[in-house]
Protein backbone atom coordinates (compact mmCIF):
# COMPACT_ATOMS: atom_id res chain seq x y z
CA UNK A 1 0.00 0.00 0.00
CA UNK A 2 1.24 3.86 -1.03
CA UNK A 3 1.79 6.19 1.81
CA UNK A 4 -0.75 7.88 -0.13
CA UNK A 5 -3.38 5.59 0.47
CA UNK A 6 -2.83 3.89 3.73
CA UNK A 7 -2.84 7.62 4.77
CA UNK A 8 -6.24 8.08 2.72
CA UNK A 9 -7.42 4.69 4.59
CA UNK A 10 -6.87 5.90 8.22
CA UNK A 11 -8.42 9.30 7.28
CA UNK A 12 -11.75 7.38 6.06
CA UNK A 13 -11.85 5.35 9.81
CA UNK A 14 -10.70 8.63 11.40
CA UNK A 15 -7.71 6.78 12.35
CA UNK A 16 -5.32 9.84 11.35
CA UNK A 17 -3.81 12.19 13.67
CA UNK A 18 -4.00 15.41 13.39
CA UNK A 19 -2.87 18.69 14.08
CA UNK A 20 -3.23 21.89 14.05
CA UNK A 21 -0.47 24.75 13.99
CA UNK A 22 -2.66 28.16 15.76
CA UNK A 23 -5.46 28.43 17.66
CA UNK A 24 -7.17 31.72 16.53
CA UNK A 25 -10.41 32.19 14.69
CA UNK A 26 -10.06 29.71 11.82
CA UNK A 27 -7.67 27.06 13.78
CA UNK A 28 -9.83 26.97 16.68
CA UNK A 29 -12.70 26.11 15.36
CA UNK A 30 -10.94 23.98 12.33
CA UNK A 31 -9.46 21.82 15.35
CA UNK A 32 -12.49 21.58 17.28
CA UNK A 33 -14.58 20.33 14.20
CA UNK A 34 -12.40 17.45 13.15
CA UNK A 35 -12.15 16.61 16.84
CA UNK A 36 -15.87 16.71 17.01
CA UNK A 37 -15.92 14.63 13.51
CA UNK A 38 -13.79 11.31 15.45
CA UNK A 39 -10.66 12.50 14.94
CA UNK A 40 -7.42 12.33 17.89
CA UNK A 41 -6.11 16.41 17.31
CA UNK A 42 -3.51 18.51 19.18
CA UNK A 43 -3.75 22.25 18.14
CA UNK A 44 -0.01 23.67 18.79
CA UNK A 45 -0.21 27.76 19.90
CA UNK A 46 2.53 29.55 20.99
CA UNK A 47 0.46 31.58 23.28
CA UNK A 48 0.37 29.90 26.32
CA UNK A 49 -2.49 31.28 28.08
CA UNK A 50 -4.42 30.47 25.29
CA UNK A 51 -2.89 27.23 25.19
CA UNK A 52 -4.24 26.54 29.40
CA UNK A 53 -7.61 28.69 28.60
CA UNK A 54 -8.54 26.27 25.53
CA UNK A 55 -7.39 23.11 27.84
CA UNK A 56 -9.55 24.25 30.78
CA UNK A 57 -12.34 24.53 28.32
CA UNK A 58 -12.46 28.39 28.24
CA UNK A 59 -13.19 30.19 24.90
CA UNK A 60 -10.30 32.11 24.37
CA UNK A 61 -12.07 34.51 21.41
CA UNK A 62 -14.02 37.60 21.74
CA UNK A 63 -17.35 38.29 20.13
CA UNK A 64 -19.71 36.08 19.26
CA UNK A 65 -19.10 32.99 18.14
CA UNK A 66 -22.21 30.67 18.53
CA UNK A 67 -22.15 27.16 19.37
CA UNK A 68 -18.73 27.17 19.87
CA UNK A 69 -18.33 26.96 23.64
CA UNK A 70 -19.98 23.52 23.39
CA UNK A 71 -18.22 22.12 20.80
CA UNK A 72 -15.13 22.98 22.58
CA UNK A 73 -16.30 21.62 26.42
CA UNK A 74 -17.14 18.84 24.18
CA UNK A 75 -14.43 17.87 22.46
CA UNK A 76 -11.74 18.85 25.33
CA UNK A 77 -14.15 16.88 27.94
CA UNK A 78 -13.90 14.01 25.11
CA UNK A 79 -10.22 13.54 25.04
CA UNK A 80 -10.80 14.43 21.33
CA UNK A 81 -8.60 18.16 21.44
CA UNK A 82 -5.92 19.09 23.51
CA UNK A 83 -3.77 22.18 23.15
CA UNK A 84 -0.15 22.20 23.28
CA UNK A 85 2.92 25.30 22.77
CA UNK A 86 5.10 21.92 22.19
CA UNK A 87 5.73 21.57 18.30
CA UNK A 88 7.92 18.23 19.62
CA UNK A 89 4.11 16.99 20.27
CA UNK A 90 4.08 17.11 16.42
CA UNK A 91 6.43 13.97 16.29
CA UNK A 92 2.94 11.14 15.53
CA UNK A 93 0.93 13.60 13.49
CA UNK A 94 -0.38 12.13 10.12
CA UNK A 95 -1.96 15.89 8.93
CA UNK A 96 -0.61 18.90 9.91
CA UNK A 97 -2.76 21.86 8.84
CA UNK A 98 -1.13 25.74 9.88
CA UNK A 99 -3.83 28.74 10.22
CA UNK A 100 -1.46 31.00 11.48
CA UNK A 101 -1.59 34.67 10.98
CA UNK A 102 -0.91 36.21 7.21
CA UNK A 103 -1.06 39.86 7.47
CA UNK A 104 -1.35 41.54 4.72
CA UNK A 105 0.02 45.70 3.66
CA UNK A 106 -1.59 47.97 1.53
CA UNK A 107 -0.11 49.78 -1.35
CA UNK A 108 -0.97 52.96 -2.66
CA UNK A 109 -1.17 52.59 -6.38
CA UNK A 110 -1.89 56.50 -7.21
CA UNK A 111 1.38 57.89 -6.64
CA UNK A 112 -0.34 60.15 -3.99
CA UNK A 113 -1.81 61.76 -7.08
CA UNK A 114 -5.56 60.84 -6.07
CA UNK A 115 -8.09 63.39 -5.52
CA UNK A 116 -8.90 62.66 -2.02
CA UNK A 117 -4.93 62.69 -1.28
CA UNK A 118 -5.59 58.84 0.39
CA UNK A 119 -4.69 57.28 -2.95
CA UNK A 120 -6.30 54.45 -4.60
CA UNK A 121 -5.49 51.76 -2.12
CA UNK A 122 -4.64 47.86 -3.93
CA UNK A 123 -3.98 44.71 -1.35
CA UNK A 124 -0.55 44.12 -1.66
CA UNK A 125 0.81 40.35 -0.85
CA UNK A 126 0.45 38.92 2.09
CA UNK A 127 3.28 38.10 4.67
CA UNK A 128 3.68 34.63 4.48
CA UNK A 129 6.67 34.72 6.32
CA UNK A 130 5.10 33.55 9.58
CA UNK A 131 3.77 30.52 7.45
CA UNK A 132 6.89 29.58 5.62
CA UNK A 133 8.91 29.80 9.20
CA UNK A 134 6.42 27.31 10.84
CA UNK A 135 6.99 24.99 7.76
CA UNK A 136 10.66 24.95 8.99
CA UNK A 137 9.99 24.53 12.37
CA UNK A 138 7.44 21.81 11.67
CA UNK A 139 9.96 19.79 9.22
CA UNK A 140 12.64 20.15 12.24
CA UNK A 141 10.09 17.73 14.45
CA UNK A 142 8.85 15.05 12.19
CA UNK A 143 10.52 11.74 12.35
CA UNK A 144 12.63 10.01 9.34
CA UNK A 145 10.34 8.16 7.07
CA UNK A 146 7.12 10.07 7.74
CA UNK A 147 5.13 10.88 4.32
CA UNK A 148 5.84 14.78 2.86
CA UNK A 149 1.82 15.58 4.60
CA UNK A 150 2.03 18.82 5.27
CA UNK A 151 -0.77 20.51 4.41
N1 LIG B 1 -10.35 35.03 10.61
C1 LIG B 1 -10.96 34.96 9.42
O1 LIG B 1 -12.14 35.28 9.27
C2 LIG B 1 -10.22 34.41 8.21
C3 LIG B 1 -10.93 34.19 7.04
C4 LIG B 1 -10.28 33.67 5.94
C5 LIG B 1 -8.93 33.37 6.00
N2 LIG B 1 -8.25 33.61 7.15
C6 LIG B 1 -6.83 33.25 7.16
O2 LIG B 1 -6.63 32.20 8.11
C7 LIG B 1 -5.32 32.34 8.70
C8 LIG B 1 -5.45 32.40 10.22
O3 LIG B 1 -6.23 33.55 10.54
P1 LIG B 1 -6.85 33.75 11.99
O4 LIG B 1 -7.91 34.78 11.84
O5 LIG B 1 -7.21 32.43 12.59
O6 LIG B 1 -5.60 34.38 12.78
P2 LIG B 1 -5.49 34.61 14.35
O7 LIG B 1 -4.54 35.72 14.54
O8 LIG B 1 -6.84 34.67 14.98
O9 LIG B 1 -4.84 33.26 14.85
C9 LIG B 1 -3.51 32.89 14.58
C10 LIG B 1 -3.01 32.13 15.79
O10 LIG B 1 -1.76 31.56 15.45
C11 LIG B 1 -0.94 31.64 16.60
N3 LIG B 1 0.45 31.51 16.18
C12 LIG B 1 1.23 32.46 15.57
N4 LIG B 1 2.46 31.96 15.36
C13 LIG B 1 2.44 30.68 15.84
C14 LIG B 1 3.43 29.64 15.91
N5 LIG B 1 4.67 29.83 15.50
N6 LIG B 1 3.09 28.47 16.44
C15 LIG B 1 1.83 28.25 16.90
N7 LIG B 1 0.87 29.20 16.88
C16 LIG B 1 1.17 30.40 16.34
C17 LIG B 1 -1.28 32.99 17.20
O11 LIG B 1 -0.86 33.09 18.53
C18 LIG B 1 -2.79 33.01 17.02
O12 LIG B 1 -3.46 32.44 18.13
C19 LIG B 1 -4.72 33.60 8.09
O13 LIG B 1 -3.95 33.22 6.99
C20 LIG B 1 -5.94 34.37 7.63
O14 LIG B 1 -5.62 35.24 6.55
C21 LIG B 1 -8.86 34.11 8.25
Redo the contacts with the bound molecule.
Keep these: MTILNDLKQKINQRKAKLAV???????LPVAAMLADAGFDVIG????TD?VEKINASILPMEGHEPGMQELLSKVISGGKLSATPLYDDLADRDVILI????PVTFKDLSGGAAPNGGGQRSLNVCDIN?VAC?SGAIGSHRKHGQPGDLL
Excluded at 44 to 47: C, D, F, N
Excluded at 99 to 102: K, P
Design positions: IGLGYVGVEIKRDVETAK
